[in-house]
């Protein structure tokens, strides 16, 4: 009966763990732990074994349990590497920056592989690229080539200010076969409705009035988004744009080498504008008082 009950525990609890980290990056903060407190009990159901296995030799279990992770340590040491069946992760993606006309090579990995050297020469530098992908932290990064492309596209369709708080009603679109949009605004942003409805029980900004309000929005229609916002400032409002398209841009001269076998593409964020071998274009908006 003990090998019965621990059959289920022992398979439910490794299944459990595997899907803990193959979804760590889609589970929020709290959701995390309930599903550890749930492996916690089917874990429960072994204790009559190892009580059973106590009885006899209780040294058993712990030396036996020490030489397998030992073991299981250096064979996966011995084993460690990079080849056709355990290919190595990387992410190479494009940002232009409409503004300043400027664009670069980007990826969230610390150091290029023998396939993302192409773009990262000796030129490469590790440091904030908030004005291409609006993220502060730093990137690895490289010059690349300016390439014509369209930008994003936010259009003022009205504006009202009332008791401190102004309302601008906005359209946000991206060019043809853009899957996502970032929209950030530096205002303080007190109030948000997408396509007209409200976003509710959200936090829509933190910190000082200086922090930075950000909308991140996947597989817009081709019409693009009517956005809503309320900011706590009655002078001029600016709004940075930016959208991803999947794949490289065609540069002239450039020639893109295919990933060779032992390597494979990964996001770095997968639920961001970092997405690997995708096109970023960015764009900044200001509206003054009266409109326009």
Known sequence: MLL???IPAAFLAASGVYGITMTRELLLPYVAPMFAAGIVLMLGLLIPHIDLVGQVRRWIL??????????????GGLR????????????????LNLDTGQAIWESPDNEPDAWSSQFFGAHSDKSSVVEYLGDP???LHSPAPTAILPGPKVRLLNTSTANGVRTLRMQASGPAGANFIMVQAGSEVVGVAIDGKPVP?????KGSGSSIWTLNFWNPPKRGIDLTLDVAVSGPVRVTARVATPGLPALPGTVYRDRP????????????IEQDASTVVSKSFTFPTSGG
């Open 261 to 272: 076998s032992d390597t494979m593409p990964i996001s770095g964020d997968p639920s961001g």
């Open 80 to 95: 460690a590497g990079f080849d056709a069946k355990h290919p190595r992760p990387d992410t190479v993606l494009y940002a």
């Open 201 to 205: 029980n959200q936090p829509v900004q």
């Open 4 to 6: 019965i009950t621990g």
């Open 137 to 139: 932290d730093p990137r």
């Open 62 to 75: 712990p030396v036996a349990a020490a030489l397998l992770a030992l073991g299981m340590l250096l064979a």
